[in-house]
């Protein structure tokens, strides 16, 4: 019990310390956002790297598709744990993994169809001087960013393995936040998203990884076989 407290205090503080961040130094097109994303704009405002193979196709969808191949592996060893007597001890494993990563990339898709910011790309404006940045731009649909949320929902696999396979945990955890960033800063380099946008999604997805987590464990989940679990809420 004092493991559990101790940890989710720990995470209310990271949580509300990274808000403060994000919140103070972060704000969407602000300084640090416009600092970033400049080198990546030429002198008539468009970005270069917009159709860049590697960043569009590699970046934005190979790497997202091998993303969801992961995803896909653990909803389909979910639904064989109902037919597969040597995966029903992992039932639970298998579908808190995948039902959970769907549900940060949902919500992350839902904040986006419903934000009024828009993606760097459709801000700048051209101008006798080069260009300017349209922040009344009514485009919107942009916020926070969406491609990047594949991978930061790999982090799901750190709430699933702590308790019983560590290791396996901060794998999880070390690749949703390393493919997260790279996925989201590639974007960033096309005009897709300034990096507040990539930021946020992150912190939305480990919000949502830290509540659903403690729904769990407030169910009676505490590291008990998976199947005696599933025997309780069923």
């Known amino acids: 019990m004092y493991e559990q407290?101790?940890?989710?205090?720990?995470?209310?503080?990271?949580?509300?310390?990274?808000?403060?961040?994000?919140?103070?130094?972060?704000?969407?097109?602000?300084?640090i956002d416009l600092a970033l994303i400049h080198p990546w704009i030429n002198e008539?405002?468009?970005?270069?790297?917009?159709?860049?193979?590697?960043?569009?196709?590699?970046?934005?969808?190979?790497?997202?598709?091998?993303?969801?191949?992961?995803?896909?592996?653990?909803?389909l060893c979910?639904?064989?744990?109902?037919?597969m007597e040597q995966l029903k001890p992992r039932r639970t494993e298998f579908g808190?993994?995948?039902w959970v990563s769907m549900l940060c990339t949902i919500s992350i898709g839902v904040?986006?169809?419903?934000?009024?910011?828009?993606?760097?790309?459709?801000?700048?404006?051209?101008?006798?001087?080069?260009?300017?940045?349209?922040?009344h731009s009514t485009q919107g649909h942009c916020f926070p960013g969406g491609h990047a949320s594949a991978g930061f929902a790999l982090m799901t696999g750190y709430?699933?393995?702590?308790?019983?396979q560590p290791a396996r945990a901060v794998f999880f955890l070390i690749s949703g936040l390393i493919l997260g960033f790279l996925m989201g800063w590639a974007q960033m380099m096309r005009g897709a998203?300034?990096?507040s946008h990539n930021l946020w999604t992150g912190w939305v997805t480990w919000l949502i990884n830290c509540v659903v987590?403690?729904?769990?464990?407030?169910?009676?989940?505490?590291?008990?076989?998976?199947a005696t679990f599933m025997k309780k809420i069923l």
């Open 5 to 31: 407290q101790r940890f989710f205090l720990i995470q209310v503080c990271l949580l509300l310390i990274s808000f403060c961040v994000l919140w103070v130094f972060f704000p969407v097109g602000g300084s």
């Open 44 to 75: 008539t405002g468009l970005f270069p790297l917009k159709n860049d193979w590697f960043l569009a196709k590699l970046n934005h969808s190979y790497v997202k598709t091998m993303i969801i191949g992961v995803y896909s592996l653990f909803f």
């Open 78 to 83: 979910w639904l064989a744990s109902f037919k």
């Open 96 to 98: 808190y993994f995948f």
């Open 111 to 135: 904040l986006k169809s419903h934000s009024a910011h828009a993606c760097p790309w459709s801000m700048i404006l051209p101008s006798a001087e080069g260009f300017y940045w349209d922040f």
């Open 159 to 164: 709430f699933v393995y702590r308790q019983k």
């Open 193 to 195: 998203h300034f990096l």
């Open 213 to 226: 987590y403690a729904v769990m464990l407030k169910m009676g989940y505490t590291g008990a076989a998976p």
